[in-house]
């Protein structure tokens, strides 16, 4: 009895198991999985993980540098001694302890120009982040919609294959009964072919589709793998923003944009450093040294072993430094730099100008393209409705027999394209507005 209830628990599980990996995605699941997954993001979150590293070391750069060392010598031979200055001769050791520190007390600023420029960076690296989770959203967009497309076009295909089968059915009846001739029942069955034809085509464009989706969201291929149908919004609103409205808007919210304003933002502070070179710099420094010699004595009358620990108490020594280093003639180096920076501000400048005129034309392209979209789609469902019309007149005929089973095919076949085109013009049209909608900072949601 046990074993059963364990076998049922094992085949609930695996039942189970199985309708959770069988259920669809949908797309925010299938944004979610390849936002996670994308190397470009990742590698972008690790570029800028370095450009903060650069920044925190900017920062420890104005705090004072401390450094300790320590010797250990063996003396043989004629040598002074350390401690008191005076030649020896018997062989000994010495060591000598010490720590210092140094303080950059002005540089021409560079320190706080430097650490400007990377913390810009770093909100550069940010944006770049966001410009690559755009990307990889429109290309989700782009997989998505198409996965969509190409069910709907199966659909289609499999709705007229099974009116074209009712057809045939109908067809043998009229030939058998004498009503109709031979050649429209192998007419229409060569029909039924090329319809079977556009099914499996479909169905292997969906597979495609299917399997394009799935390396977008860098997953394995798996058989069972499909997406939520949503209930999309098919009306086709009057665009109410101009065109030069929507790019004003998209300036404020794509991160290109700002990525690049603040890269020659972070070229400007590059050029101050570069600059800074010019200035004197000040520096403070301060050292603590002292030494053991096991050849010095205590005591001159009577001289006796002088300890280690008190000897290098003893012997401590400070001093503190404060030096000035001007700049007079640096073999051009400070030029040249200033030189390189002040081209790559003017190349920061240029690449930030022409992101805008990308932008600028992709707004203008996608605006352009969403209103004549809605034109064509709206052309098309009016002529679906027509062709729908004459389509199922033209049918009713044949089925009585007072058309021949060539022009039925005619006004068959002229429905079915009619049909493909409003699909084509529907998602067209939806992917456009979904494109403008993103341009000005609206997620894209189904």
Avoid at 152 to 174: D, F, G, N
Wanted: include cysteine; proline fraction near 3%; hydrophobic fraction near 40%.
């Amino acid at each position: 009895m046990n074993k059963k209830i364990v076998f049922f628990i094992l085949m609930f599980l695996m039942l189970r198991s199985a309708g959770a990996q069988n259920k669809p995605f949908t797309f925010e699941q299938c944004l979610d999985t390849a936002l996670q997954r994308n190397i470009s993001v990742n590698q972008s979150r690790m570029s800028n993980e370095l450009n903060k590293v650069s920044l925190e070391q900017s920062k420890a750069n104005r705090i004072p540098s401390v450094s300790a060392n320590a010797g250990e010598a063996l003396n043989v031979g004629k040598n002074i001694d350390p401690t008191t200055n005076t030649f020896v001769t018997e062989a000994y050791h010495s060591t000598n302890l010490g720590i210092s520190s140094s303080y950059n007390l002005f540089n021409g600023l560079q320190n706080a120009n430097t650490i400007r420029q990377n913390r810009l960076n770093v909100e550069a690296g940010q944006s770049d982040i966001e410009k690559v989770k755009n990307d990889v959203t429109l290309n989700i967009t782009t997989g998505y919609l198409q996965v969509l497309f190409a069910k709907e076009i199966l659909a289609a295909a499999k709705s007229q294959e099974e009116a074209t089968a009712s057809q045939v059915e109908r067809t043998e009846k009229m030939v058998n009964a004498g009503k109709s001739p031979e050649s429209d029942l192998l007419q229409i069955k060569s029909q039924l072919a090329t319809d079977n034809l556009s099914v499996i085509t479909a169905q292997n464009q969906l597979d495609l589709a299917r399997v394009t989706l799935m390396q977008l969201m860098d997953i394995p291929i798996a058989d069972d793998f499909d997406v939520v149908v949503p209930l999309m919004d098919e009306s086709t609103p009057a665009v109410l923003l101009t065109n030069e409205e929507i790019y004003q808007k998209s300036l404020t919210v794509q991160p290109q944009i700002t990525s690049a304003s603040l890269r020659t933002s972070a070229s400007m502070m590059a050029l101050k450093v570069s600059q800074g070179a010019h200035w004197p710099r000040v520096s403070l420094g301060a050292n603590m040294n002292t030494n053991y010699a096991s050849s010095r004595k205590k005591g001159s009358v009577n001289p006796e072993g002088y300890p280690f620990f008190e000897q290098i108490w003893d012997n401590i020594g400070q001093s503190f430094s404060m030096g000035i280093s001007i700049p007079i003639y640096s073999n051009r180096q400070i030029k040249s730099n200033i030189d390189r920076a002040k081209i790559n501000l003017i190349t920061t400048q240029l690449s930030e100008q022409n992101v805008k005129n990308v932008l600028r034309k992709s707004v203008e392209q996608t605006y352009t393209d969403m209103r004549a979209s809605v034109k064509k789609y709206d052309a098309t469902k009016q002529q679906v409705a027509a062709v729908e019309s004459v389509y199922k007149n033209a049918e009713k005929k044949f089925t009585v027999g007072v058309m021949s089973a060539t022009d039925f095919l005619i006004q068959k076949n002229n429905y079915t394209q009619a049909q493909s085109n409003l699909i084509q013009a529907k998602f067209d049209f939806i992917f456009k507005r979904k494109i403008l909608d993103f341009y000005q900072g609206k997620a894209i949601q189904f």
